[in-house]
């Protein structure tokens, strides 16, 4: 838009044919309103020209208070013009005026990249705080799943099949034998970049996200079928466990799976998690209506949510490619510690400070 565009416009020559007529004292008063506030109108805009142009930094402190000012004075006199001015080109610049410089004074002061940064940086780890109980009860359904599947399957090892369907099994079964296992599974040839960096890795990253939403989606059914998937996928674990104990192989099968399974287990727990949150709300909205109190809670968990991307992204990275890079038990043992330490130093102490942590209290 040129200056000449922005410019106020000439008020409309609106004198009557007859002289000291309503029209002519409302073109008056029309003109009059517009010279009294003109030089107003034309600061605010030059101020939002000039943020528009090279960002909210490009005002000094004292016009960064003034701007705010100005703004309202311009909404005001929009309100009154709608019912005195007979000029609709003065309407219009004045509508456009407040309209660009509402959003200078109320839109977002940060790109994307920024704000991305801040969330990572701060909110999400203090919205992973602020749902602790709701983690712990997520994890717990898993333990339990955990323990029930490798109960099951330690008693029966046909139920392998049962728990775990072929997709998931991979080949694996009763009928493995320790070689195979060992050959084809726990230390398997690396299979090539493309393979496991862009293939593999991409498959799993979809499967374990759509895990994730399941698990904090199916909270809006009161929690019942979020506890459910927690537990099934707690089974499954415990059921390959009790599959590898068979053949002496159950501490290579946990460094196995620790690599990539602390990052991704985390995040199916953090989706959980937020499914809890939204299934409390549901069933205890409080004072609050229960659209009132998912408005509120909603935020915080589809924050979560969104943050866990990035661990599931993270562990199909791990799963896909570095899983079979580190050779040895002992090696993947470590890495998950070093990884689990990581998450935790993250989790527990990224963005305390600098304002209110709901998750910091205790």
């Known amino acids: 838009m ?12 609106l004198t009557p044919d007859g002289g000291g007529s309503v029209p002519q004292r409302m073109a008056l008063r029309s003109a009059e309103f517009r010279r009294v506030r003109e030089d107003g109108w034309r600061r605010l805009e030059g101020m939002v020209n000039r943020v528009e142009g090279q960002g909210i930094g490009a005002l000094s402190s004292g016009e960064a208070t003034e701007i705010a000012l100005l703004y309202r004075a311009a909404a005001s006199s929009l309100s009154v013009a709608r019912n005195i001015v007979l000029d609709r080109g003065t309407l219009t610049y004045l509508e456009n005026l407040t309209l660009r410089a509402y959003l200078v004074v109320y ?52 139920y392998f099949s049962v728990i775990a369907p072929r997709e998931l099994a991979g080949g694996r079964g009763p009928g493995s034998t320790a070689e195979e296992l060992m050959s084809e599974e726990l230390f ?16 799993l990253f979809r499967h374990n996200t759509i895990v994730g939403i399941l698990c904090f989606g199916l909270g809006f059914a009161a929690g019942v079928p979020t506890i459910l998937l927690l537990l099934y996928n707690g089974a499954v674990i415990g059921a390959f ?122």
């Open 188 to 203: 398997a040839p690396w299979p090539g970049f493309v393979d496991a960096f862009v293939v593999f890795a991409n498959s």
């Open 241 to 362: 466990v009790a599959l590898h104990e068979r053949h002496g192989l159950a501490i290579d099968f946990i460094g196995w799976l620790s690599i990539h399974g602390v990052t991704e287990i985390l995040a199916i727990l953090l989706c959980g998690a937020a499914g809890l949150v939204i299934a409390e709300h549901i069933l205890f909205p409080g004072a609050m209506t229960r659209i009132e109190s998912l408005t509120v809670s909603g935020r915080t968990s589809a924050g979560v949510v969104a943050g866990t991307t990035a661990l599931f992204f993270a562990a199909g990275i791990l799963e896909g490619g570095f899983r079979q890079l580190i050779g040895s038990t002992p090696g993947r043992g470590a890495f998950a510690a070093a990884t689990a330490a990581l998450w935790a130093f993250y989790f527990l102490r990224a963005g305390r400070g600098g304002g209110a942590d709901n998750g910091d209290a205790g």
């Open 107 to 158: 839109g977002p002061r940060h790109g994307v990249a920024e704000g991305l940064a801040e969330f990572f940086k701060r909110g999400f780890p203090r919205a992973v705080r602020a749902m602790r109980p709701h983690l712990a009860i997520a994890l717990a359904a898993m333990m339990i799943g955990v323990a029930s599947g490798y109960a099951v399957v330690s008693v029966n090892v046909e």
């Open 2 to 13: 040129t200056e000449d565009a922005r410019a106020v416009p000439e008020a409309e020559d």
